[in-house]
């Protein structure tokens, strides 16, 4: 089950159990923003033919990093369908798997104990989260406009991984923030923006610090990789972020 929303102009919001994505459609192209676990690839599809679209008719895929829940499908598309694969330039050793920045099983497993951790960690061995393909190429970005549908402008956020991106729409009005932060997680009994848990963020204070680079953002929606779109501007996101992790 996948839930597609319309967000922003040909901004669609794809919602899976455990994480999401994004499809920035531009007439008859799509560029992917992340491709969830490697287990959704049916969801993804599925989000495809609900906006009219198929597998074929992406252009490119682009992450804002390279974790399994967002990296899941892409070696599929660049390698079966052709889309090019763009990361930012500090995220290509974590895409290709020469030095992959991730919570480990011994983090996990030291939190099993707690209910929700375990069902947690069920479903996302059955998404396939430890048999994500790492990526045999990549294009890379830094801050500039991406000529790709949409055309997301990067906001690079480390701290999430070392080469976390956000993107702005401007034209459409829409902020694309990834993991930089969230409005809804299993393993996190408040909803609203804030930061994954620490142990999930490479470094977490940078992590805090990055936000400071989304606020300025003028939108209308912020579009998390988990949780529902915060409809406000990125500022609104940010100071209900901000006071989550230090009040």
């Known amino acids: 089950m996948v839930d597609v929303r319309e967000v ?6 794809a919602r899976a159990k455990h994480v999401a994505w994004v499809l920035l459609v531009e007439g008859g192209e799509v560029t992917l923003v992340d491709t969830g676990y490697p287990g959704d690839r049916d969801r993804v599809v599925a989000s495809l033919e609900q906006v009219g679209r198929a597998p074929a008719d992406v252009a490119a895929v682009v992450l804002t990093h390279a974790h ?5 499908s ?14 930012h330039e500090r995220e290509v050793p974590n895409a290709t798997g020469e030095r992959v920045e991730q919570v480990s099983v011994a983090t996990l497993l030291a939190r099993v104990w707690r209910p929700d951790v375990a069902v947690w960690m069920r479903d996302i061995v059955g998404l396939k ?6 990526l ?3 294009d890379t970005f830094t801050s500039d406009p991406l000529d790709v549908p949409g055309r997301p402008v990067p906001a690079p956020t480390p701290g999430h991984t070392s080469g976390h991106s956000a993107f702005h729409l401007p034209e459409q009005g829409a902020l694309l923030a990834g993991d ?3 409005t809804g997680h299993a393993l996190v009994r408040t909803p609203g923006p804030q930061l994954l848990p620490s142990f999930f ?4 204070d940078r992590a805090l610090d990055s936000l400071g680079m989304l606020a300025p953002l003028a ?8 949780g529902p779109a915060f409809t406000g501007a990125p500022a609104d996101a940010v100071a209900a972020a901000v006071a989550a992790r230090v009040g």
Request: proline share 8%; charged share 20%.
């Open 219 to 226: 939108a209308d929606v912020v579009v998390p990789g988990h």
């Open 136 to 138: 045999g190429a990549v």
């Open 74 to 87: 892409a070696e599929y598309f660049r390698t079966q369908v052709g889309a090019p694969v763009l990361v």
């Open 129 to 134: 989260a430890a048999r994500a393909e790492r």
């Open 201 to 204: 963020n490479h470094d977490d």
């Open 68 to 72: 399994p829940d967002h990296l899941g």
């Open 8 to 13: 922003a102009p040909g901004v669609w919001h």
């Open 180 to 182: 930089a932060l969230m």
